[in-house]
């Protein structure tokens, strides 16, 4: 990378409002993160957040410098993009996976756009769960990936890409709708649909129901399904309710079809990653990374 690692990083505080979810997105401490914000508030002898407590808020300066960050990040991605491509690499064969959300509701849109800047380059494209999609780059049968879990492999590299909000939506005439939000106690009453064992979404849903209490086990669990589309459609005649990443109900949000119910200190989100296998890094594969990168905004 060009820019100053600590743009990065007060980049990534600026956009989750929390030190610590930054060093998860970065993988780096805490510390670390607060480091580096310490020293780029001394370069540009301004502070950038106001600390209350626990929580943080970003000044008028921090403002200033996140929006140019934006921009900057942007136009490197189409820096890289550029230059790669005066290294003539038009063709080859490149195989790519993701997991189930990314798959349908994220990268068709990139790939389509990928493929008509880079008509010789040709694309092996699979999909299945975290997990799946994980064992495929650890077999070496997938060149990168897109994966949503949480998880942390050793044999695998992982480089962040958009972060991800997971809400829990019921059809918006569900009989249990009757406040936008409830107290996570009050979970444990509504029926829910969830994703089958394996799942990025199921993993992260798990680990932010354990921070106030709440275990799979004291769920009252609906029904089982394997895509994110057949929830969608269960919910629609159901009197039931799902946690699904925001990007998959975008359209019925729209219509009015769902509505998000909020949980009272529960925020679940999460950061859609690229990876790769550790110490493998083909030029057709950081191209599309970079691609991805650079027209994820506009796809």
Do not use: W
Request: aromatic share 10%.
């Amino acid at each position: 990378m060009i820019f100053d690692f600590r743009l990065k990083v007060f980049y990534s505080v600026a956009q989750n409002l929390s030190f610590t979810k930054a060093g998860n997105e970065l993988f780096i401490t805490q510390p670390a993160v607060t480091k580096q914000i310490n020293e780029l508030e001394h370069q540009l002898q301004t502070r950038l957040f106001n600390r209350h407590g626990n929580s943080i808020s970003i000044t008028p300066a921090g403002q200033i410098l996140f929006r140019y960050a934006e921009q900057i990040f942007r136009l490197y991605g189409q820096l890289e993009n550029e230059l790669a491509q005066l290294a003539d690499i038009t063709q080859g064969n490149l195989n790519i996976g993701a997991s189930t959300t990314l798959a349908t509701y994220v990268l068709p849109q990139i790939l389509a756009l990928f493929k008509k800047r880079h008509p010789d380059i040709q694309i092996r494209f699979i999909n299945g769960n975290s997990d799946f999609i994980e064992q495929q780059i650890i077999a070496e049968k997938l060149d990168i990936a897109l994966v949503e879990g949480v998880s942390n492999h050793p044999q695998i590299h992982y480089d962040p890409f958009v972060k991800d909000e997971i809400v829990l939506v019921a059809r918006s005439n569900a009989p249990f709708v009757t406040a936008k939000e409830i107290k996570p106690e009050q979970l444990l009453k509504i029926p829910l649909v969830i994703r089958e064992q394996g799942s990025g979404t199921l993993d992260v849903v798990q680990r932010a129901l354990a921070g106030v209490n709440i275990k799979t086990k004291d769920l009252v669990i609906d029904i089982k399904l394997e895509s994110t589309e057949s929830i969608k459609q269960y919910l629609l005649y159901a009197d039931s309710a799902a946690f699904l990443s925001i990007h998959a109900v975008t359209k019925e949000l729209r219509k009015n079809d769902f509505t998000i119910i909020d949980i009272k200190g529960v925020d679940i989100s999460r950061t859609f990653q690229f990876i790769q296998l550790q110490g493998q890094h083909q030029k057709l594969a950081d191209l599309f990374q970079r691609f991805c990168i650079s027209h994820y905004n506009f796809s």
